[in-house]
């Protein structure tokens, strides 16, 4: 079992920044690619950005590319998602996920999700 706790959410002006953290305790955290998906209220969960096993890769979701950067941080079991130019279509959401996967960017490929962190982004 691999337990995920997310923090660093709130709210902030167009153009802002945030940086979310993901918590993991349980199993061998380095066994796991992670990812951070997002759903806005009525729409599906959707992708936006994922780490390898490693930390050596990474890949993003179109609509994130160039203002996000996930890495993650072995010595401590924690993944981050620094977020910058935040846009008010970025208010979400937020959720942290493991799963025994490599490039995984759907939602079913993960076992292990946190409880999500709001973010807001006002106009």
């Known amino acids: 079992q691999v337990q995920l706790v997310e923090s660093g959410g709130g709210l902030v002006q167009a153009g802002g920044s945030l940086r979310l953290s993901c918590a993991a305790s349980?199993?061998?955290?380095?066994?796991?690619?992670m990812a951070w998906f997002r759903q806005a209220p009525g729409k599906e969960r959707e992708f936006v950005a994922g780490i390898r096993r490693s930390g050596a890769g990474t890949y993003y979701a179109d609509s994130v590319k160039g203002r996000f950067t996930i890495s993650r941080d072995s010595a401590k079991n924690t993944v981050y998602l620094q977020m910058n130019s935040l846009k008010p279509e970025d208010t979400a959401v937020y959720y942290c996920?493991?799963?025994?996967?490599?490039?995984?960017?759907?939602?079913?490929?993960?076992?292990?999700w946190g409880q999500g962190t709001q973010v807001t982004v006002s106009s």
């Open positions: 996920a493991a799963g025994v996967v490599t490039l995984g960017t759907r939602s079913v490929e993960y076992d292990y």
């Open positions: 349980g199993r061998t955290f380095s066994s796991y690619g």
